[in-house]
């Protein structure tokens, strides 16, 4: 999940302007940008839905996004492989999707369409979804666990699943948490890292002759710990000086850590050193399913690991042991990974996507993975970004759509037609622009004149124009 440092707006208010080449003329429309304080920011969900997990009361995959009401507002999201943890504003939590093993939490098993609030969990903070288990943190710095038991996952001491949060003994204060396909990490309040949950490839960190831990285990001899981010079968460490430490499968080049090993394993921590030769320090970390992205204190985004559909963001599909500068992106404000694609927001607040893309999961209102980062429109005033695995939830606001964004108009040309402008409100509200200075004022609304979502750009508003040419841009 990503957290914008502040909110910053994505999208003007719409407007009609008339503008020609070289010359603009006196009366272009102008728009001054809504009141990002103001707006309304929902919880919108994309991607895959076959088992209800964005909560949205049907299964219909979803590549339009589309508002989830959990009845409050939601501070926080875990997505898991087809189940979704959401975190509300006063420390309530609520699931919906898969429900096989108990991992909603909810007293059963039985699958949920829509959010439902978990009983037994009081000041939520943040919680960490996996493959099959759930973990949730409170204010306090105590950690719950349900869903899938195998492994020791949930670190109670057992295998047992459970469909109900328990406390987890045994725990300093803890202040982050991350859950991997079977594996989980507690970041605790002084900066130490616990693992608990199969250790099969080295996930854990604990050493190989540790093939899992059934009772969180203290990770030795490690610098103070600022962040943790666990993927599939491997972990990432950002120490407090900007370090980063990886560890597990590095099978695709998710442990960054270069070399010809295609099986390698790391089964303790290691320092990712390809970015010392640049003097790189790190501020932020993710791991997505078997892919890593890494942003610098400079705002730059590098990547590694499997990029079989793109989500390296690097314009090709050939997996990276070793961080690589995503190209072509601003300076960046906060990185996200989902299982198979990845986001970046940049400091003026402008989302950017790119990764597998099958089930809309991008936001770019189409199933065609994309393989370096692509411009995200129709979203503003963005609060936070959580990747599932074939999901997306983006807490912010909906901007209004027009198509087309632009026109050409010939001044003498008598088959010259009228041009339909399709406005997509999505909540939002404008009045039709007429030839004629006008500009809108920030935080007031408008209506439609018609009461429509279609305005008519009519060819005779460019007889005034002054050269034969005119261009109309939306």
Do not use: C
């Amino acid at each position: 999940m990503i957290r914008a440092m502040w909110a910053r707006l994505l999208a003007a208010t719409l407007a009609i302007g008339l503008l020609q080449p070289l010359q603009s003329l006196s009366d272009t429309a102008k728009a001054a940008p809504p009141d990002a304080s103001a707006a309304a920011t929902s919880l919108l969900a994309l991607g895959q839905n076959d088992r209800g997990q964005l909560g949205l009361g049907h299964t219909n995959d979803q590549t339009v996004p589309a508002a989830v009401d959990v009845g409050a507002l939601v501070q926080a999201v875990a997505a898991g492989s087809n189940f979704t943890l959401f975190v509300a504003e006063g420390g309530d939590v609520f699931s919906a999707g898969n429900n096989t093993y108990g991992q909603l939490g909810l007293g059963d098993t039985s699958t949920r369409h829509a959010p439902e609030a978990i009983a037994g969990i009081a000041d939520a903070v943040s919680a960490a979804a996996g493959r099959n288990h759930s973990l949730v943190l409170t204010g306090n710095g105590d950690v719950y666990s349900f869903g899938l038991g195998a492994d020791g996952r949930l670190g109670h001491g057992n295998a047992n699943s459970l469909n109900a949060p328990v406390k987890i003994a045994g725990l300093p204060p803890a202040k982050a948490l991350a859950a991997g396909g079977s594996h989980s990490l507690v970041l605790t309040v002084t900066g130490e890292v616990y693992g608990f949950g199969s250790n099969n490839f080295g996930q854990l960190g604990l050493g190989k002759a540790v093939s899992s831990a059934a009772v969180p285990t203290k990770l030795a001899q490690l610098p103070p710990i600022a962040a943790i981010s666990a993927g599939t079968d491997f972990s990432l460490l950002l120490t407090e000086d900007g370090d980063v430490y990886s560890f597990g499968l590095g099978v695709n080049g998710q442990l960054g850590l270069g070399g010809a090993g295609e099986a390698e394993i790391r089964y303790t921590p290691v320092r990712i050193s390809a970015l010392d030769a640049e003097n790189k320090r790190i501020r932020q970390i993710e791991a997505g399913g078997s892919h890593a992205l890494l942003l610098t204190e400079d705002g730059e985004a590098y990547a590694f690991g499997l990029n079989g559909f793109g989500q390296l963001g690097l314009g090709d599909t050939l997996d990276r042991s070793v961080p690589t500068k995503v190209a072509g992106l601003p300076k960046l404000a906060t990185i996200a990974a989902g299982g198979y694609h990845s986001f970046a927001m940049d400091e003026e607040g402008a989302l950017y996507a790119f990764g597998y893309d099958a089930f809309g999961q991008l936001g770019d209102r189409d199933t065609e993975s994309q393989l370096a980062p692509k411009r995200i429109k129709g979203l503003w005033n963005i609060q936070f970004i959580e990747g599932g695995t074939y999901s997306t939830f983006i807490s912010g606001s909906l901007a209004s759509l027009v198509s087309p964004t632009a026109a050409t108009f010939e001044k003498y040309e008598r088959e010259q037609q009228d041009i339909a402008v399709s406005l997509e409100l999505n909540g939002n509200a404008l009045t039709a622009i007429r030839n004629g200075a006008t500009e809108l004022v920030s935080g007031t609304d408008y209506v439609l004149e018609d009461g429509g979502a279609t305005a008519i750009v009519k060819k005779k508003l460019f007889g005034y124009a002054e050269r034969r040419r005119g261009v109309a841009s939306f």
